[in-house]
C-alpha cells in the first residue's frame, strides 16, 4: 500500500509541475508579431506590394530579444527590407 501512495504522490507532482510550467510558459509569452491583416492572402501573392509602395507596418524581435517596429524608422533612418523565403 505505502508503495501505490508514493507512485500516485510522484505522479501528482509531476502533473502538477508539468501544469505549472504551461501556465508559466503562457504568462510569459512575448507578443504576437507579424502582419495583422492578410492572414486570408495567398502566400505567394507578389502583386501586393511593388518597388516604390510604402512598406506595410509589421514588428520583429531583433537578436537581443527585443520588439523592432518598421514604423519607429520611417522619416527617421533609410531601412533596406530583404525577404528571405528559404531554409537556413
Keep these: 500500500m505505502r508503495l501505490n501512495f508514493g507512485i500516485k504522490s510522484g505522479l501528482l507532482t ?5 501544469l505549472a510550467a504551461v501556465v ?5 509569452r512575448p507578443p504576437e508579431l507579424g502582419p495583422k491583416d492578410g492572414e ?3 502566400p505567394t501573392e507578389l502583386d501586393r506590394v ?5 512598406a506595410p507596418d509589421f514588428s520583429l524581435l531583433s537578436y ?3 520588439v523592432i517596429t518598421l514604423s519607429d524608422y520611417r ?3 533609410n ?3 530583404v525577404f528571405y523565403r528559404g531554409h537556413w
Design 14 to 18: 509531476l502533473v502538477a509541475a508539468i
Design 24 to 28: 508559466i510558459m503562457n504568462a510569459t
Design 40 to 42: 486570408d492572402l495567398p
Design 50 to 54: 511593388k518597388v516604390g509602395d510604402l
Design 64 to 66: 537581443s530579444g527585443d
Design 75 to 77: 522619416g527617421n533612418r
Design 79 to 81: 531601412v533596406v527590407l
